[in-house]
């Protein structure tokens, strides 16, 4: 179960990361309402991020959080806000899939 937690916690990094992005782009009282939403989603990200870790090995769910948050942020960045999507940058993106992979697998057998 914790696992999940830790997923979705994830996620929501990826929310508050692209609420960033939004408010960079956005004008007048938008602005305060990607902020609003990036709050949202840091307090439940991290709450998350508190619950797994009361079972899960700290460093194992710190590095698979900031990793989904990581690939999650870059993929957002190259579909919605048009960051390049070079070989290299697609290539190290799943490589950093497979890390997050491999902790999970590396953990589990421990």
Known sequence: M???LLIIAGLFEVAFASCLGKAK???GNDVYWWYAGFFIALTISMTLLIKATQTLPIGTAYAVWTGIGAVGTALVGILFFKDPASFWRVFFLITL?????GLKAVSQAA
């Not at 899939?97 to 992979?101: A, F, K, L, P």
């Open 2 to 4: 914790n696992w999940i």
């Open 97 to 101: 899939i497979g890390s997050i992979i």
């Open 25 to 27: 782009e956005a004008t």
